[in-house]
């Protein structure tokens, strides 16, 4: 094709001719487009043989009017129609002798078939985008092989074609040069080039498209001609008709080939925490609230040797966290302090975050999913909840900056936290953190090896009755974890197999990093028939596992939205006592005052005498009554005790309150008078303790006391595992 003519091949099918072959001197045919001749082509000697019904013509179509070519090509590119008229002479001598020039005119107006199926068979060599020095902007490249039916076969020269946005040309795409084969295969260079940001309509126009692509909406493109000045490869008629043609896309990333993407765990290589610190208040809300700050190294692929710069300078979240039923019950405030992303390298960025004061606004009405979210991570270790929203992002970028406000994002994350340490799902395993400043100064994997330590300072009763007793309990509490809470007042109701056995509260619990000083006051609903309490403290001393359920109720708190939340909250969870004050195992350790300081047994009368010091203050304490049974490896029964102290205290101890027993005054020791031992008589178990006089014996003692505190009768059914009995004469 050039200005003047266009070259072109045909087939032309007719019907069988007679018995012999003819010639067409000559044939001359001229075009028209809305009265205006476009060109014309003439054949000379065109002979037609008998036998055949196909001829095949290789001519050349001279153009005389070339803005009637370039209206009649726009309409076809734009109408899909051919709206032409055709005025032919024909020498038709060569038929018969006789025969004349025959003059004839023919319209034609017909819409154009779908066109051919185009395969995309595949991407070769794609490079960038990079920085283009010619053009201004970015450039990528790449070479696209297609399949096209059989039978069509063409040699076009470069095309360019603008693609805009709203009417903002944002990219121009050069296609070409293109050399069809008759097979229907081609090979297709591509380049494309991103306009350097030239307004803020341009920057606008951005904006919406990335907005949509993230939305999954993808972006209404369309696609023009450029203008014929742009470029000189094709005829000027040509590209002045494409230029007119706009026909429009609909792009999104699904129509890119980007082939299988990493998972997240294999984009970020690296997470260096310098700070962290959580803290949860409840006071006029319950929001929590996070401190953080540091950095990551995210690594996109680069199969396409991409070099251009891509630096966020801001980027500010409005996001909500959503439930199972994708309703929002949470708010994520983290408007304080932006991320800024920086290129280290081609599409390697250091993401670095710095929050002072990111928190959780919980939404109106939807507390109660808030607290089954909380609750299934910090008791049933396992985070599942999806964030919704949107980020405004301010881009440093190859062809300027950018910004992009409400960019769309929604994310599912599943969390579960098992064998103490954080595992993450869909991923390809853990991430490596680093920690320093002051958390970790080592690498290593994130776990939750921390453990707090509380340590009963202080106990002392308020209140007994026959059914309640009402204590105060201090508590030294030693925080590891970079988190924090403070709670206004706050009651839980506790029970075992459905037994009410306490309630529990705060008023103004603070706690944060490190050593803290708390209050926790417990109400203790005395059930001394019923067996149920004597088994929870009989599984609490023997070490057992122990189930109860922590439940709230109407008015267990003052804090409104909190209050809504808990009132039907119920929590089923499992204690076990045996890790008591064992701070590598259990997630806290924690340490009670020591009441038993000595059991001495005395060989000469058979007798065992107990010092203890009484820890609780504010009312006094009375043994009224032991029967103990002791056993020496767990199976080996070394001898019985049974004793009243209201009946059987020597008169010496006498006084006038005896009738009430042995008195445990607060925080002083106390020794027992002989009570007397009903030995074994099995010979394993003498020689137990004949070898252990001068010594000790670790042994498991079974003990059921009646114990009056205040005006509270307690029956305690006991097991103490490996308590130290000295052995005397």
């Given at each position: 094709m050039s200005d003047e003519s266009i070259a072109f091949s045909a087939c032309l099918r007719f019907p069988r001719w007679g018995s012999r072959p003819a010639l067409v001197p000559y044939a001359n045919a001229t075009v028209f487009h809305d009265g205006d001749a476009v060109g014309w082509v003439r054949i000379n000697n065109l002979e037609v043989a008998s036998s055949r019904t196909n001829l095949s013509i290789h001519e050349v179509f001279h153009i005389t009017n070339k803005c009637a070519l370039e209206r009649l090509a726009s309409d076809?590119?734009?109408?899909?129609?051919?709206?032409?008229?055709?005025?032919?002479?024909?020498?038709?001598?060569?038929?018969?002798?006789?025969?004349?020039?025959?003059?004839?005119?023919?319209?034609?107006?017909?819409?154009?078939?779908?066109?051919?199926?185009?395969?995309?068979?595949?991407?070769?060599?794609?490079?960038?985008?990079?920085p283009d020095t010619a053009q201004g902007g970015v450039t990528a490249r790449a070479t696209i092989l297609v399949a096209l039916p059989p039978g069509i076969s063409a040699n076009i020269d470069v095309l360019r074609f603008d693609v805009g946005y709203n009417g903002v040309t944002i990219a121009s795409t050069d296609i070409g040069p293109v050399s069809i084969s008759a097979m229907g295969k081609a090979s297709i260079p591509v380049s494309v080039n991103i306009r350097q940001i030239a307004n803020p309509q341009h920057e606008d126009a951005l904006a919406d498209i990335v907005r949509g692509i993230a939305a999954g909406k993808g972006a209404k493109l369309s696609i023009m001609g450029a203008s014929s000045k742009d470029y000189q490869t094709a005829p000027t008629w040509l590209r002045q008709a494409l230029h007119h043609v706009v026909v429009p896309i609909n792009a999104s990333l699904a129509q890119l080939p980007l082939g299988q993407l990493p998972s997240l765990g294999a984009l970020v290589n690296d997470i260096v925490v310098n700070r962290l610190y959580a803290f949860w208040s409840a006071k006029d809300s319950f929001n929590p609230r996070v401190s953080l700050a540091g950095h990551a190294f995210v690594s996109l692929p680069n199969p396409a040797d991409t070099n251009m710069t891509l630096d966020v300078e801001s980027l500010v979240g409005r996001l909500e966290l959503l439930d199972d039923e994708l309703r929002a019950f949470a708010v994520v405030d983290a408007t304080a302090a932006p991320i800024l992303v920086s290129q280290t390298a081609p599409l390697v960025f250091n993401v670095?975050?710095?929050?002072?004061?990111?928190?959780?606004?919980?939404?109106?009405?939807?507390?109660?999913?808030?607290?089954?979210?909380?609750?299934?991570?910090?008791?049933?270790?396992?985070?599942?909840?999806?964030?919704?929203?949107?980020?405004?992002?301010?881009l440093l970028t190859a062809i300027g900056r950018l910004r992009v406000e409400r960019l769309p994002v929604f994310a599912s994350i599943d969390y579960r936290l098992e064998s103490g340490s954080v595992s993450r799902q869909a991923t390809d395993g853990a991430l490596d953190v680093e920690f320093t400043g002051d958390a970790l100064v080592r690498r290593r994997k994130l776990e939750l090896s921390k453990t707090p330590e509380v340590r009963v300072s202080r106990i002392h009763i308020t209140n007994t009755t026959k059914n309640l007793v009402a204590a105060e309990i201090g508590l030294d509490i030693d925080n590891p974890f970079s988190y924090g809470v403070y709670m206004s007042d706050l009651a839980i109701m506790i029970r075992y197999s459905g037994l009410h056995i306490a309630t529990v509260g705060v008023k103004e619990l603070s706690l944060e990093r490190g050593l803290n000083n708390a209050t926790v006051y417990i109400d203790f609903y005395n059930h001394p028939s019923d067996p149920r309490q004597q088994m929870l403290f009989l599984e609490a001393s023997s070490g057992k596992r122990v189930n109860v359920e922590l439940a709230g109720f109407p008015n267990c708190t003052s804090i409104a939205p909190l209050e809504v939340s808990l009132r039907h909250f119920s929590q089923k969870i499992s204690i076990d006592p045996s890790r008591a004050g064992n701070r590598r195992s259990g997630p806290v350790s924690i340490k009670f005052p020591r009441a038993l300081h000595e059991v001495i047994f005395h060989i000469f009368g058979i007798s065992a005498e107990a010092t203890v010091v009484n820890p609780v203050s504010g009312a006094d304490i009375w043994l009224?009554?032991?029967?103990?049974?002791?056993?020496?490896?767990?199976?080996?029964?070394?001898?019985?005790?049974?004793?009243?102290?209201?009946?059987?205290?020597?008169?010496?101890?006498?006084?006038?309150?005896?009738?009430?027993g042995f008195l445990m005054p607060f925080n002083r020791a106390a020794t027992t008078p002989r009570l007397p031992i009903t030995a074994n008589e099995t010979s394993i178990g003498w020689d137990v303790v004949r070898r252990a006089i001068g010594g000790s014996l670790d042994i498991d003692v079974f003990t059921s006391l009646q114990v009056l505190v205040g005006n509270a009768p307690l029956n305690l059914t006991i097991l103490g595992r490996g308590a130290p009995v000295k052995v005397r004469f």
């Amino acid at each position: 094709m050039s200005d003047e003519s266009i070259a072109f091949s045909a087939c032309l099918r007719f019907p069988r001719w007679g018995s012999r072959p003819a010639l067409v001197p000559y044939a001359n045919a001229t075009v028209f487009h809305d009265g205006d001749a476009v060109g014309w082509v003439r054949i000379n000697n065109l002979e037609v043989a008998s036998s055949r019904t196909n001829l095949s013509i290789h001519e050349v179509f001279h153009i005389t009017n070339k803005c009637a070519l370039e209206r009649l090509a726009s309409d076809i590119a734009a109408l899909r129609r051919v709206a032409i008229s055709i005025h032919a002479t024909v020498d038709l001598s060569g038929f018969g002798r006789y025969l004349p020039v025959v003059f004839a005119r023919h319209g034609l107006d017909m819409a154009l078939p779908p066109p051919p199926a185009i395969q995309l068979v595949a991407v070769n060599d794609l490079k960038g985008p990079s920085p283009d020095t010619a053009q201004g902007g970015v450039t990528a490249r790449a070479t696209i092989l297609v399949a096209l039916p059989p039978g069509i076969s063409a040699n076009i020269d470069v095309l360019r074609f603008d693609v805009g946005y709203n009417g903002v040309t944002i990219a121009s795409t050069d296609i070409g040069p293109v050399s069809i084969s008759a097979m229907g295969k081609a090979s297709i260079p591509v380049s494309v080039n991103i306009r350097q940001i030239a307004n803020p309509q341009h920057e606008d126009a951005l904006a919406d498209i990335v907005r949509g692509i993230a939305a999954g909406k993808g972006a209404k493109l369309s696609i023009m001609g450029a203008s014929s000045k742009d470029y000189q490869t094709a005829p000027t008629w040509l590209r002045q008709a494409l230029h007119h043609v706009v026909v429009p896309i609909n792009a999104s990333l699904a129509q890119l080939p980007l082939g299988q993407l990493p998972s997240l765990g294999a984009l970020v290589n690296d997470i260096v925490v310098n700070r962290l610190y959580a803290f949860w208040s409840a006071k006029d809300s319950f929001n929590p609230r996070v401190s953080l700050a540091g950095h990551a190294f995210v690594s996109l692929p680069n199969p396409a040797d991409t070099n251009m710069t891509l630096d966020v300078e801001s980027l500010v979240g409005r996001l909500e966290l959503l439930d199972d039923e994708l309703r929002a019950f949470a708010v994520v405030d983290a408007t304080a302090a932006p991320i800024l992303v920086s290129q280290t390298a081609p599409l390697v960025f250091n993401v670095s975050y710095d929050f002072d004061n990111l928190g959780l606004a919980v939404v109106a009405g939807r507390e109660q999913a808030f607290t089954y979210t909380m609750k299934k991570a910090l008791v049933d270790r396992h985070l599942a909840v999806c964030v919704n929203g949107s980020l405004d992002m301010l881009l440093l970028t190859a062809i300027g900056r950018l910004r992009v406000e409400r960019l769309p994002v929604f994310a599912s994350i599943d969390y579960r936290l098992e064998s103490g340490s954080v595992s993450r799902q869909a991923t390809d395993g853990a991430l490596d953190v680093e920690f320093t400043g002051d958390a970790l100064v080592r690498r290593r994997k994130l776990e939750l090896s921390k453990t707090p330590e509380v340590r009963v300072s202080r106990i002392h009763i308020t209140n007994t009755t026959k059914n309640l007793v009402a204590a105060e309990i201090g508590l030294d509490i030693d925080n590891p974890f970079s988190y924090g809470v403070y709670m206004s007042d706050l009651a839980i109701m506790i029970r075992y197999s459905g037994l009410h056995i306490a309630t529990v509260g705060v008023k103004e619990l603070s706690l944060e990093r490190g050593l803290n000083n708390a209050t926790v006051y417990i109400d203790f609903y005395n059930h001394p028939s019923d067996p149920r309490q004597q088994m929870l403290f009989l599984e609490a001393s023997s070490g057992k596992r122990v189930n109860v359920e922590l439940a709230g109720f109407p008015n267990c708190t003052s804090i409104a939205p909190l209050e809504v939340s808990l009132r039907h909250f119920s929590q089923k969870i499992s204690i076990d006592p045996s890790r008591a004050g064992n701070r590598r195992s259990g997630p806290v350790s924690i340490k009670f005052p020591r009441a038993l300081h000595e059991v001495i047994f005395h060989i000469f009368g058979i007798s065992a005498e107990a010092t203890v010091v009484n820890p609780v203050s504010g009312a006094d304490i009375w043994l009224q009554s032991i029967e103990a049974i002791s056993y020496y490896k767990g199976d080996i029964p070394l001898g019985t005790l049974q004793y009243n102290f209201t009946s059987d205290t020597p008169s010496s101890l006498a006084s006038s309150n005896v009738s009430k027993g042995f008195l445990m005054p607060f925080n002083r020791a106390a020794t027992t008078p002989r009570l007397p031992i009903t030995a074994n008589e099995t010979s394993i178990g003498w020689d137990v303790v004949r070898r252990a006089i001068g010594g000790s014996l670790d042994i498991d003692v079974f003990t059921s006391l009646q114990v009056l505190v205040g005006n509270a009768p307690l029956n305690l059914t006991i097991l103490g595992r490996g308590a130290p009995v000295k052995v005397r004469f």
